[in-house]
């Protein structure tokens, strides 16, 4: 007597189950699989879909997660449909699709500003000019200003330098027409030298040693990266 009423608790249990099953699926609008409430297919331990008891090869070829759950039971071109007659046409949609591409130029500050100063130069607007008509040719994305000094003079006086010549380089460029909102500026200071040990036991650190002030020349820039897509 007990097995029998285990077993008949076991099965009774079991078509609760699918019972429960099938109402959260119909609520789901999809009868074929059981589904939670994330609105995500009920999975068994073994990754496998549960089915409901309302599940067929066709009832699933026609529920949304069929594909999902028995590709290899449905016909290959339900889960793969064949492609359009014309695919010529999707050609525009292609376009957007273009990943940006990066341009990185690095412009000495020597030709962009006087020693010291945050000031354009002419020659320094010229070399903005050639930049900006680049920049015209792009469906741009950014542009980013990075100020950089050489290491003569304090840190902090350093950074502002940098800082204002990278704006400088923004508000000449926002002038010929580029949004404001597409040029990003950083000024890094003295803390990217690309001299390395270069310019050492040169003398005094002093903006009046001429021959120290020839070789630190590099570090004085701004590095400018125009990125966007080609028209």
């Known amino acids: 007597m007990i097995t029998k009423f285990a077993k008949k608790s076991v099965l009774l249990g079991l078509m609760a189950g699918l019972s429960l099953g099938a109402s959260v699926a119909q609520a789901h609008n999809d009868t074929v699989y059981v589904i939670d409430q994330r609105d995500v297919v009920a999975r068994s331990g073994f990754g496998l879909c549960w089915r409901t008891g309302f599940w067929t090869p066709a009832a ?3 529920s949304a997660h069929g594909c ?3 590709k290899d039971l449905i016909p290959k071109e339900v889960c793969e449909p064949k492609a359009a007659a014309t695919p010529a046409a999707p050609a525009a949609p292609a376009a957007a699709g273009l990943k940006p591409s990066g341009e990185k130029i690095t412009l000495a500050a020597d ?4 020693f010291d100063k945050a000031v354009l130069r002419p020659e320094g607007k010229a070399k903005l ?3 900006a008509a680049k920049s015209g040719a792009l469906n741009l994305e950014v542009i980013l200003a990075v100020g950089h000094t050489d290491r003569v003079g304090k840190d902090a006086y350093n950074q502002k330098l940098s800082e204002k010549r990278a704006a400088a380089v923004k508000e000449y460029l926002v002038a010929k027409g580029i949004e404001a909102t597409r040029i ?3 000024g890094k200071g003295e803390k990217q030298p690309v001299t390395g040990d270069k310019c050492m036991k040169m003398g005094a650190e002093s903006g009046k040693n001429k021959k120290l002030v020839e070789c630190l020349q590099p570090d004085r820039r ?4 125009i990125i966007g897509t080609k028209k």
């Open 60 to 62: 699933a070829a026609a």
């Open 68 to 70: 999902e759950c028995d």
């Open 111 to 114: 030709a962009l500003f006087d």
């Open 129 to 131: 000019d050639e930049l």
């Open 184 to 186: 990003y500026t950083e």
């Open 222 to 225: 701004v590095d400018i990266e």
